[in-house]
């Protein structure tokens, strides 16, 4: 079977490696180009490249996926396998291959459409997520459900790159099922349930801001569902500088009713470690980094900043 695999980063790649892996090395793979990471900006290649180089699979990264509709026509594929692209691919180019086009999508359709699937299932608190696969058409996660699978999340701190990958994998294990049943004709597609429609939004570096008037619960599902990145952070007011720390983990620390600080005040908790009153509860700050600055355990951050304890976060 001739498979033209679309995708980009790490959900992609652990997807196109099982793929290899069991048999279904994809004749094509189509990615967006490299980009400048990190604080030096060194142009980086997305994980779905390394891996199709590693595999000595060809591979083409367009900056608009339209100009390559003449290449994808003359490979004549059976199939089209789509998992995080970040480009709306036209129809012109979905309906080219004999079987369609796929897309595996980490959450269970219709809910959670759009660019931060995982993200918002850790936000919301969510108890069970899942992957499904749809035939896509050329709105966005909207195509007919051609499979899905739903499982419980047993890890109640996990972050987003292990639900990532989690998903990823479970995701890859779907598509291989489905793959067979879908070119014998035993799948009929359903449509998803427009009334049960709910689509996440692309998030930003201004989402990473903390606002201490939240809740400690809120802002400890902010930590994990935007960690690497956006990452979260709040500002330390300190010797009339604004300094930007990263808070890289955290818990919930239930305070008494009675007991209230100005909002964002940090304080020793138990244990050693800082804390900082938010709108409900303690923020616990596990791990934090300073601009420029290395990972430091809560514990350890005061013992060279110990003006920290007792300011307010802005």
């Known amino acids: 079977m001739k498979i033209i695999f679309i995708g980009t980063p790490e959900f992609g790649a652990i997807v196109l490696e099982e793929l290899i892996k069991d048999g279904y090395p994809p004749i094509l793979v189509i ?10 900006h060194n142009i980086t290649p997305p994980p779905v490249k390394v891996l199709a180089e590693k595999h ?21 594929p059976d199939l089209i396998v789509v998992a995080a692209y970040g480009q709306i691919i036209p129809k012109k180019i979905l309906d080219i291959p004999k079987r369609g ?21 850790i936000l919301n ?40 990958k989690e998903l990823a994998k479970l995701g890859a294990k779907l598509l291989l099922e489905t793959i067979p049943k879908w070119v014998r004709g035993e799948i009929k597609p359903k449509p998803q349930n427009e009334a049960k429609a709910i689509y996440t939004k692309i998030l930003t570096k201004e989402d990473g801001k903390i606002d201490w008037q939240k809740s400690a619960k809120v802002l400890e599902r902010e930590i994990r569902a935007f960690y690497p990145w956006p990452g979260s952070y709040t500002i330390w007011a300190n010797r009339g500088k604004l300094i ?26 138990p244990q050693n470690e800082i804390g900082a009153q938010c709108g409900k509860d303690f923020l616990v ?17 005061p013992k060279g900043h110990s003006d920290f304890i007792g300011t307010i976060l802005k």
Request: glycine share 6%.
């Open 31 to 40: 990615s967006s180009p490299d980009k400048p990471v990190g604080r030096k």
């Open 56 to 76: 000595g699979i060809e591979i083409i990264q367009p900056e608009q996926i339209q100009s390559s509709k003449s290449k994808i026509q003359n490979l004549e």
């Open 101 to 121: 086009s796929l897309n595996i999508h980490p959450s269970l359709l219709p809910k959670y459409r759009g660019s931060s699937p995982i993200q918002f299932t």
């Open 125 to 164: 608190g969510e108890k069970k997520s899942g992957v499904t696969i749809i035939l896509m058409d050329e709105k966005i996660d909207h195509g007919k459900i051609i499979s899905n699978f739903q499982f419980q999340i047993s890890n109640e701190k996990i972050t987003y790159p292990e639900l990532l």
């Open 244 to 269: 930007k720390i990263k808070i890289l983990k955290s818990r919930v620390f239930k305070s008494p009713d009675k007991i209230k600080y100005p909002i964002g005040k940090v304080l020793v908790v």
């Open 285 to 301: 700050i596990e791990k934090l980094q300073m601009e420029g600055g290395k990972e430091m355990a809560s514990e350890d951050f």
